[in-house]
């Protein structure tokens, strides 16, 4: 009893979700106060993420949008905070009437499809600043910056520069509106 009983309070201290200005968040690491955005709970329109939360007598930075967290129909755009570090797979899919997304600088790594099934994206863009990736001449997509490949790209891009070097498995996955693109090499 005693062994189950330490095993109800473990699981409770390791799931800490909670909502706060209609998003969803999950606390990632209590000691060092940061959360994901898990989910998008009653939001719609325009949704700027806050760059920390409070929650049960704590601040918490958001670091992380977990996957599938903005998978809902009627978001238009979506800020992101500066000291967003992480994207995680599927974070936006199927966002159907999602217009723009600007990545944060801060942001180090972006996981495949984040934006999959989201045709209406019209701007896809990436903060001058941000060490791991850039969407240079105004190509409407995301591209890793060491590699000069595009890890993530928007049914908008008509023109690939002669930078880019690779397209990502996943760069262009689901996405309805993609008529062409143009390759100058």
């Known amino acids: ?20 200005g209609g998003l969803k968040y999950s606390v990632i690491d209590a000691t060092e106060k940061t959360v994901a955005v898990v989910g998008v709970g009653d939001a719609f329109g ?6 920390s939360v ?27 905070p500066e000291g967003l570090l992480e994207i995680e797979e599927s974070a936006f899919s199927s966002c159907w009437g999602l217009q723009s997304l600007t ?18 994206l019209k701007s896809l863009s ?14 409407n997509a995301i591209v890793e910056t060491s590699s000069n490949k595009i890890v993530v790209g928007t049914g908008a891009v008509t023109t690939i520069p002669s930078s880019i070097l690779g397209i990502g498995e996943y760069a262009f996955y689901n996405l309805s509106n993609l008529i062409y693109s143009f390759l100058p090499r």
């Open 126 to 139: 990436v903060a001058t600043g941000n060490k791991n990736y850039d969407s240079r001449d105004g190509i």
């Open 103 to 120: 990545i944060p600088a801060s942001v180090n790594k972006i996981a495949p499809r984040i934006i999959e099934g989201c045709s209406d």
């Open 54 to 80: 409070s929650y049960d007598g704590n601040d918490y930075s958001v670091t992380k949008i977990g996957k599938q967290a903005f998978s809902k129909d009627g978001l238009n755009s979506i800020i992101l």
């Open 1 to 20: 009893m005693f062994v189950l009983a330490a095993l109800l309070v473990a699981m409770k201290i390791s799931a800490q979700d909670f909502e706060y």
């Open 46 to 51: 325009d949704v700027t993420i806050p760059g």
